[in-house]
């Protein structure tokens, strides 16, 4: 145990902040088709289904997300919903709730796209584990690949995947939002992708006349929650355009075809988002697994530091408390009386107000210490 003690000064002391990525790669080899769904699990509540890197059942087995859907009270399809119609709604109020807020007269305020401030009624949530999420999804990082293509024979025959929207989070650095109560959130916007055969395939989100994009939801960093519209899973007569968010344009009819395979050749769904109407989310969350292509972002890890400076001058610590330090009444490191003291550095002890010890750090090797010389020892505490 120390007898002398040191202080710090303000000026020994610094706080860092370093942030730490991970490339988080899904396929849709992991999602649906590699483990014939079991890694997926589904609940007797039925209101989500959960997806594991691994069979579930498996101790090795990884958390990665969920999926669910919902729709607000005025959404256009709220009405006609014979399947689980309270439980959609409360999913939609739940995660609006936590992820948007109360307005002044304490309504739950729904999810609006900032740009075109835009409604969005009927949502696609997908909830990252914090395993991949971490502190927080990379701004800009995101990108998500949903197969379009309909009139698939069967899910794996690869078909659906002919043609692919691409959802993009764009923010940067500074082109996201701060206005929810979970933390910051951008817009992600829909884009096409190259077609397996080598193409470009024109696919919602792009139009031929403008060749623009178009905002299909929000990504809630700090959550590691998308929010994406369920109107990318709808076409238009006009071709290809993406419907109004509120499923206000447009002929349901032509809308894509979701359904999985139940291993038999069976497909079960409907057309586009309007599914949902007479479909459990469990059928929902199995349909619009089976249609990711790819997820990949970068996890953010925050690592705070305090850098303590540890400073020894010339006449500090040129003795050692130690018991083996003397040897009789004399030290041991003297051959003569009129050498100078020396002592050695082994260990630094960071000491609370009332000398209680609170931190120890080890030197890779003893460092000597006389009247000749001053260390200054950098000590780093992460948290």
Do not use: W
Not at 159 to 183: M, Q
Not at 267 to 295: E, K, L, P
């Amino acid at each position: 145990m120390a007898t002398t003690f040191k202080n710090f000064q303000s000026n020994d002391l610094a706080n860092t902040r370093t942030l730490l990525h991970e490339a988080i790669p899904i396929t849709g080899s992991i999602v649906s088709g590699t483990y014939a769904d079991e890694n997926v699990k589904t609940y007797g509540h039925g209101m989500f289904s959960s997806v594991y890197d691994y069979p579930f059942l498996s101790s090795s087995a990884n958390h990665i997300f969920d999926t669910t859907f919902g729709v607000s009270n005025t959404s256009n399809v709220s009405a006609s919903i014979t399947s689980q119609q309270a439980k959609k709604v409360n999913i939609y109020n739940q995660m609006a709730q936590y992820l948007v807020g109360y307005d002044d007269t304490g309504n739950i305020k729904k999810f609006v796209i900032p740009d075109g401030n835009t409604t969005l009624n009927d949502a696609i949530f997908v909830p990252f584990s914090r395993l991949l999420s971490k502190d927080e999804i990379k701004k800009g990082s995101f990108t998500l690949e949903l197969g379009v293509s309909g009139g698939v024979n069967s899910i794996y025959a690869g078909a659906v995947f002919d043609k692919r929207i691409k959802l993009i989070d764009e923010s940067g650095s500074n082109g996201y939002f701060v206005d929810s109560p979970a933390g910051e959130y951008g817009v992600l916007y829909a884009s096409t992708s190259a077609s397996p055969g080598g193409g470009h395939s024109l696919v919602k989100g792009e139009s031929s006349a403008h060749n623009t994009r178009a905002p299909v939801g929000l990504l809630y960093y700090q959550a590691g929650i998308a929010v994406i519209s369920g109107s990318v899973l709808n076409t238009t007569s006009s071709g290809g355009v993406l419907k109004n968010l509120n499923n206000t344009e447009g002929d349901v009819s032509q809308g894509l075809v979701m359904g999985s395979h139940d291993g038999t050749g069976t497909r079960f769904g409907g057309t586009g988002f309007a599914t949902i109407t007479g479909s459990t989310n469990d059928v929902m969350s199995s349909g619009i697994r089976n249609r990711i292509y790819n997820i990949s972002f970068n996890n953010t890890t925050e690592l705070n530091s305090t850098i303590y400076f540890c400073r020894a001058s010339h006449t500090d610590f040129n003795y050692s408390s130690n018991p083996t330090y003397l040897s009789g009444s004399e030290i041991r490191v003297k051959t003569r009386p009129s050498d100078t003291p020396v002592a050695y550095f082994t260990t630094v002890g960071l000491y609370s107000a009332d000398n209680e010890l609170l931190a120890v750090a080890k030197l890779s090797e003893p460092l000597r210490k006389d009247p000749t010389n001053e260390l200054t020892l950098r000590v780093r505490l992460d948290y």
